[in-house]
């Protein structure tokens, strides 16, 4: 199943949730990340209930320090 990540196409073989998408197909730390799913927030604790299907559009921001 295809998805946008980042405006990165990228292939997972089943549906999943944002949790599972983190941690197992990206390797994202959960730390400082706030993740959309076509153009909606989701929560954090709510990663873990809401899945991700074919088409979805994934957008990952990582905040970072500096100035």
Do not use: R, Y
């Amino acid at each position: 199943m295809d998805i946008t990540v980042n405006n990165e196409l990228l292939q997972i073989s089943d549906p999943c949730s944002v949790s599972q998408l983190l941690e197992d197909h990206i390797q994202l730390k959960a730390e400082g990340i706030a993740v959309a799913v076509n153009q909606s927030v989701i929560p954090k604790e709510n990663w873990g209930k809401t899945f991700i299907g074919s088409g979805d559009n994934i957008i990952l921001i990582k905040a970072t320090q500096g100035g």
